[in-house]
T-cell receptor
Framework: SQQGEEDPQALSIQEGENATMNCSYKTSINNLQWYRQNSGRGLVHLILIRSNEREKHSGRLRVTLDTSKKSSSLLITASRAADTASYFCATDTTGFQKLVFGTGTRLLVSP | DVKVTQSSRYLVKRTGEKVFLECVQDMDHENMFWYRQDPGLGLRLIYFSYDVKMKEKGDIPEGYSVSREKKERFSLILESASTNQTSMYLC?????????????FGDGTRLSIL
């Protein structure tokens, strides 16, 4: 079952620009997490935002959560070529860490 | 740092074979997970385990089984491999405690069934 849906499916930007990815979900959540996946590799956890939080920062990453709209956004500021990867949101709806992943956004950052 | 190790990065097997995918984590995590990842479908949960010898079905358990005899090791078994099981398989682990913890992933096994 798909819980998170990312938008856009693909994003192409230049180095130095900001990248924004959105995630929508369907049911109530305990937390929402963002992961990154480099081509052919496993997923790396980026940031977790709890359902009672509205915004969280980590380095060049900013995540917002709007539970009334059941949506989240991930902003990467001052993008670098090394940020090229797929980004996934994942929702924890049960508190048992049984995450449900979206289909991801493919980000390409060109030098 | 948490390390989740999957035994093979690439694996090629034949239809009808019994296939074992192994995953080991070094952080004494109670919870372990097996996903498959296919283009356009994202990650789908096959099975998970919250303790030794305990297992729960995920969203797509058909054609798969799992084994967790030791806390650090979680094995995925394809009982009789079929071509529609060609996929990227990802293992993950997570500690206990509050629900607000991330999962830690291995690098994946790209499995081809011929």
């Amino acid at each position: 079952s798909q819980q998170g849906e990312e938008d856009p499916q693909a994003l192409s930007i230049q180095e130095g620009e900001n990248a924004t990815m959105n995630c929508s979900y369907k049911t109530s959540i305990n937390n929402l997490q963002w992961y990154r996946q480099n081509s052919g590799r496993g997923l790396v956890h980026l940031i977790l935002i709890r359902s009672n939080e509205r915004e969280k920062h980590s380095g060049r990453l900013r995540v917002t959560l709007d539970t009334s709209k059941k949506s989240s956004s991930l902003l990467i500021t001052a993008s670098r070529a090394a940020d090229t990867a797929s980004y996934f949101c994942a929702t924890d709806t049960t508190g048992f860490q049984k995450l449900v992943f979206g289909t991801g956004t493919r980000l390409l950052v060109s030098p | 740092d948490v390390k989740v190790t999957q035994s093979s990065r690439y694996l090629v097997k034949r239809t009808g074979e019994k296939v074992f995918l192994e995953c080991v984590q070094d952080m004494d995590h109670e919870n372990m997970f097996w996903y498959r990842q296919d283009p356009g479908l994202g990650l789908r949960l096959i099975y998970f385990s919250y303790d030794v010898k305990m297992k729960e079905k995920g969203d797509i358990p058909e054609g798969y089984s799992v084994s967790r005899e030791k806390k650090e090791r979680f094995s995925l078994i394809l009982e009789s491999a079929s071509t529609n099981q060609t996929s990227m398989y990802l293992c993950a682990s997570r500690g206990q405690g509050s629900g607000n913890q991330p999962q830690h992933f291995g690098d994946g096994t790209r499995l081809s069934i011929l």
